[in-house]
Structures are given as C-alpha cells and as structure tokens.
C-alpha cells in the first residue's frame, strides 16, 4: 500500500526518507487520480524497501500543493534527497515506468 502522507509527516516520510520517494499529489474529485491509485500501490508493494511511494491529498494539504506548484493533478513527483528530481503530469503512464524512474534515483 503506498503512504498516507500530510502535512505533518511530509518532513519525515519525504524530505528526509534515505530511500527515493514517489509522491503522488491528487485529490477525491479527480477520476484519472483515483484510476492510479491501484497501479501506485502495486509500485509501493513490488519496490518495498527499495523506494517509498506516498499519497498527497491535495484538499487537504494546500500549502504543500502551493509549495510544489501543484496546478493540476494527479502530479507525480520524484524526490530523492529532498528534492524533487522528476516529475509526471496526468495518469498516462504504467507500472514500469514509474517503477524505471524510481529505481533510476535509487
């Protein structure tokens, strides 16, 4: 299962993870978001231990949605050492590649 990320524990499951991250910011309104879901947890279950993947509701933490200049969603954002390395607009993509990214910053 990928992570339930907040504002309070971005700092730590994100920006200090030693592992590479995949944020994936999206919101309950957003059908492609809710199509990802499935194949980001399948990323989450098949890299557990090489790589993180985290959800972002982006209702519910806006001032992170700002931070990263979040204008439509899904976003994915690749973090490796707390800083973004890579990014992925809309839900066109497959297990593989997100799985090639990740394993690329690892």
């Known amino acids: 299962m990928s992570l339930k990320l907040t504002d309070a524990n971005f ?27 499935p194949v980001l947890d399948q990323v989450a279950s ?4 090489q790589a993180v993947v985290g959800k972002l509701n982006v209702d519910d933490a806006t001032e992170l949605a700002v931070k990263y200049n979040v204008r439509s969603i899904p976003l994915l954002l690749f973090f490796k050492n707390g800083e973004v390395k ?21």
């Open 11 to 37: 700092q730590s499951e994100v920006i200090n993870s030693a592992l590479p991250v995949l944020v994936d910011f999206w919101a309950d309104w957003c059908g492609p978001c809710k199509m990802l879901g």
């Open 46 to 49: 098949e890299l557990e231990g």
């Open 86 to 106: 890579d990014q992925i607009l809309g839900a066109n993509v497959t297990k593989e590649q997100l799985k090639a990214k990740l394993l690329a910053l690892a």
